[in-house]
């Protein structure tokens, strides 16, 4: 078990470019999250996916962000147009769903900065 | 909505000392966790807390879930300068999960 990884780890673009990022989770977890952190602040909930479906999104996730887990393995996550309040570290989560009490575990997440 | 209010928001402590850090909710959860984020990290989970009143122990870690469901606390015994880093509370509620704003932790050896 290698535990949940991301890719990149680090991520710089210009303003109004799209940029995509991948998180592969733990082999036997059906549930899958995407969290974004801004200094200073502890995670904030972006979506979360039951194996291929997306089941919940925040209002934080605008339109110009999507999420995709088309085999209910990884997940990439998308955003397009950039802008510099995007910069933040992304982080991926993956748990087992198959209990009520279940607990969510990270990865590394992705630090993306908009220039 | 809830809030979760976690608190020091910093503390700076001498090695050896112990330290303890709450969360308080405005809502009744199911699970409380304690997670710790070293710099440019994801959050590693510490202690997962399921009942009310339990209290569990990780080494030099303890944390309690409050009898009311709405607080709990983490202990660290005798810190270590590997302490050092974010410590976040967070509630988990069916999949609806939220943390604190963290506690950030120096140890000062």
């Known amino acids: 078990d290698t535990g949940v990884s991301q890719d990149p780890r680090h991520k710089i673009t210009k303003r109004g470019q799209n940029v995509t990022f991948r998180c592969d989770p733990i082999?036997?977890?059906?549930?899958l999250y995407w969290y974004r952190q801004t200094l200073g602040q502890g995670p904030e909930f972006l979506t979360y996916?039951?194996?291929?479906?997306?089941?919940?999104k925040s209002r934080l996730l605008s339109d110009r962000f999507s999420a995709e887990r088309p085999k209910g393995s990884f997940s990439t996550l998308e955003i397009q147009r950039t802008e510099q309040g995007d910069s933040a570290m992304y982080l991926c989560?993956?748990?087992?769903?198959?209990?009520?009490?279940?607990?969510?575990?990270f990865g590394p997440g992705t630090r993306l900065l908009v220039l | 909505g809830q809030q979760l209010n976690q608190s020091p928001q910093s503390m700076f402590i001498q090695e050896g000392e112990d330290v303890s850090m709450n969360c308080t909710s405005s809502?009744?959860?199911?699970?409380w966790l304690w997670y710790k984020q070293d710099p440019g990290e994801g959050p590693v989970l510490l202690i997962a807390?399921?009942?009310?009143?339990e209290l569990t122990s990780n080494g030099r870690l303890t944390a309690q879930f409050g009898i009311t469901r709405k607080d709990s606390f983490l202990n660290i015994s005798a810190s270590i300068p590997s302490d050092v880093g974010i410590y976040f509370c967070?509630?988990?509620?069916?999949?609806?999960?939220?943390f604190g704003a963290g506690t950030r932790l120096t140890v000062k050896p």
């Open positions: 996916f039951q194996n291929e479906a997306q089941l919940e």
């Open positions: 967070a509630e988990l509620n069916n999949n609806d999960m939220r």
């Open positions: 809502s009744i959860f199911n699970t």
């Open positions: 807390l399921y009942k009310a009143g």
């Open positions: 989560a993956s748990s087992w769903g198959g209990t009520v009490q279940e607990t969510q575990y």
């Open positions: 082999s036997e977890h059906n549930r």
